[in-house]
């Protein structure tokens, strides 16, 4: 199985605060990789796609990059409503792993 | 707009089974692989198992193997995820979710969530 980390584990940031999250991959996954959203008793929410694509109606504050095994995630202005944890998660291969989570609360 | 509609929580003991059910709505349910995530209390995100309704197959994550059994009824549009041999340790939110075409893995929507708890 791909194995998937994620740095940070958690990170305090206030509104307004550029944020960025790594996550990296075992083996090489191409740009097989998505990123969710979860807030506390919800089910996670898709905000990116194959690496830096945008899912429908998620604000443009969000991106994506990278390609391989490295990638990063940028909230490029923190807002009240991102307070929540973060999710990688790779589909190159059977089965379609997930990293640990950072979760991003308010400093 | 698809939207995916789960039963309701369920407490069982340690040995036996349990079945969560996935209706969606809004869109070709066949076609559209559907998968089951877990999530533990206070853990991060497993993928289980899915299934391709029309084609019947299924594909389980090899911890689960010989436990797990995903099915599906295309009339009701309904997806099933039999978990048996239930351990303390299945206490956990399970979740169905689905991809977009040509991005099955990529679970643009969600399930509420069931909650299964595991208690003696």
């Known amino acids: 199985d791909i194995q998937m980390t994620q740095s940070p584990s958690s990170l305090s940031a206030s509104v307004g605060d550029r944020v960025t999250i790594t996550c990296q991959a075992s083996?090489?996954?191409?740009?097989?990789l998505n990123w969710y959203q979860q807030k506390p008793g919800k089910a996670p929410n898709l905000l990116i796609y194959d690496a830096f694509n945008l899912a429908t109606g998620v604000p443009s504050r969000f991106s994506g990059s990278g390609s391989g095994t490295d990638f990063n995630f940028t909230i490029s202005s923190l807002q009240p409503e991102d307070f929540a944890t973060y999710y990688c998660q790779q589909y190159q291969n059977l089965p379609p792993g997930f990293g640990p989570g950072t979760k991003v609360d308010i400093k | 707009q698809v939207h995916l509609v789960q039963s309701g929580a369920e407490v069982k003991k340690p040995g036996s089974s349990v079945k969560v059910s996935c209706k969606a709505s809004?869109?070709?349910?066949?076609?559209?692989?559907m998968s089951w995530v877990r999530q533990a209390p206070g853990q991060g995100l497993e993928w289980v198992g899915r299934?391709?309704?029309?084609?019947?197959?299924?594909n389980y994550a090899q911890k689960f193997q010989g436990r797990v059994t995903i099915t599906a009824d295309e009339s009701t549009s309904t997806a099933y995820m039999e978990l048996s041999s239930l351990r303390f340790e299945d206490t956990a939110v399970y979740y169905c979710a689905r991809g977009e075409s040509g991005h099955e893995f990529s679970f643009h929507y969600w399930g509420q969530g069931t909650l299964v708890t595991v208690s003696s």
């Open positions: 809004g869109g070709t349910f066949s076609s559209y692989s």
């Open positions: 083996h090489d996954i191409r740009n097989s």
């Open positions: 299934i391709i309704p029309m084609f019947g197959l299924a």
